[in-house]
């Protein structure tokens, strides 16, 4: 069955820095893949998505993805982080086998925390 | 505004006890889900749904009873209450393809005491 791995459950940074998520995904198929946020709360956003063609994918507030079929890796990025970015993340993608019927696995989440 | 919408949000139940938590959607879409959400699981799927009058078994539906008779509504049901079932509970739904993502509710809060 298709796993998702998020490689980090707590990533603190500081203000206006980089950030790197990581996920991996089990299968080396085509595949579409997702990144939701959930802050503080609240239910789960879909923050981007990964569908076919360029694989540099853009989201909302500044967030982008890669995916790299070679590595089966589905990494989020931003280039400067606000305090505003720290919730959960998470990375799904579609659960494989037969017709998933829109099933979607998740990772465990990674939590952003951004400081001052 | 178009979306998922969960009832209650909140809720306390004592062991033994039954509820039924409410997802209604406005989008039209085909597919519907409810997830459960625990720290460090992710998020787990418990039941599905993928047209009015049908229901299917996720990964952990153990405890728990769905009904999808209305299109636009799916209902998550526990009949007798575990502590166990103490989580946060999220209803989903999608478009046929699924393709484009999942448009989720806000949650219900759930403690079984």
């Known amino acids: 069955a298709q796993s998702v791995t998020q490689l980090d459950s707590q990533v603190p940074v500081f203000e206006e820095a980089p950030v790197e998520l990581r996920c991996n995904y089990s299968s080396s198929v085509s595949v579409y893949l997702f990144w939701y946020v959930q802050y503080p709360n609240q239910g789960l956003q879909l923050l981007l998505k990964y569908l076919s063609g360029s694989t540099l994918v853009k989201g909302i507030n500044g967030f982008e993805a890669e995916f790299n079929k070679s590595q089966t890796s589905f990494h989020l990025r931003k280039p400067s982080v606000h305090i505003s970015d720290t919730a959960e993340y998470f990375c799904?993608?579609?659960?494989?086998?037969?017709?998933?019927?829109?099933?979607?696995?998740f990772g465990q989440g990674t939590i952003l925390t951004v400081h001052p | 505004n178009a979306g998922v919408t969960q009832t209650p949000k909140f809720r306390v139940l004592k062991t033994g006890q039954s509820m039924t938590l409410l997802c209604a959607q406005d989008?039209?879409?085909?597919?519907m889900y409810w997830y459960r959400q625990d720290p460090g699981m992710g998020l787990r799927l418990i039941h599905y749904s993928v047209g009015e009058g049908t229901t299917a078994k996720g990964e952990v539906p153990d405890g728990y009873n769905v009904s999808r008779l209305k299109k636009q509504n799916f209902l998550l049901g526990l009949e007798s209450a575990a502590p166990s079932q103490t989580s946060v509970y999220f209803c989903?739904?999608?478009?046929?393809?699924?393709?484009?993502?999942?448009?989720f509710g806000s949650g219900t809060r759930l403690t079984v005491v």
């Open positions: 989008m039209n879409h085909e597919y």
């Open positions: 989903a739904s999608t478009n046929r393809q699924g393709r484009y993502g999942y448009t």
């Open positions: 799904a993608a579609p659960v494989a086998g037969g017709t998933s019927y829109g099933k979607l696995t």
